[in-house]
């Protein structure tokens, strides 16, 4: 709990395979991935994945509101509204969403067309971060930011408590 790793790497190195052995989408062809003395993958783990807020490069984004793409909720009376409002803020969603006439019910557009890949990036991180889950994966998640944005985030990021997380980028 409360970890904060980097993994760093040139394109190609591996970084986001090393991903996909920890979250268990990809079996080693040796060895094992190991937790507290126990296999990952072992039945002793049935819920290891369900641990995890992955965000990846390219994040899908659903031809619906921004408030159900960061939720993934569509029932309003579940919905966590300061939860939801204190994410736009620490990333810098805010502004975007007041200044749409729709606020949060914005539509996103089929694959987020109606978002640039920045902000669609920042929706990813939003669902992650809403999902409270105590993994947090961050896969070259922040490379469509500039470099203010990106370092506002992720410094905004290290704050979180009880919070594994860790960042792979080539930077």
């Given amino acids: 709990k409360n970890l904060k790793i980097g993994i760093f790497g040139k394109s190609g190195s591996g970084k986001s395979t090393l991903i996909d052995l920890i979250v268990g989408l990809k079996n080693p062809t040796s060895g094992k991935i190991v937790l507290d003395n126990n296999m990952i993958l072992d039945e002793r783990y049935p819920n290891w994945i369900s641990k995890i807020a992955y965000v990846s490069q390219r994040t899908y984004i659903f031809n619906t509101s921004l ?19 204190k994410i736009l803020e620490i990333l810098d969603l805010k502004e975007f969403v007041q200044e749409k006439k729709e606020k949060e019910f914005y ?5 987020g067309n109606h978002l640039s890949g920045g902000q669609r990036q920042k929706i990813g991180l939003a669902r992650a971060i809403y999902s409270d889950r105590p993994i947090i994966i961050l896969d070259e998640s922040t490379n469509s930011l500039d470099d203010e944005s990106e370092i506002n985030i992720i ?3 290290k704050k979180f408590e009880n919070k594994t997380i860790l960042f792979i980028t080539h930077n």
């Fill in 67 to 85: 408030r159900n793409n960061i939720t993934l909720v569509s029932d309003d009376k579940i919905i966590d509204q300061n939860k939801f409002q």
């Fill in 107 to 111: 539509l996103a557009g089929e694959f």
């Fill in 155 to 157: 410094n905004q990021v």
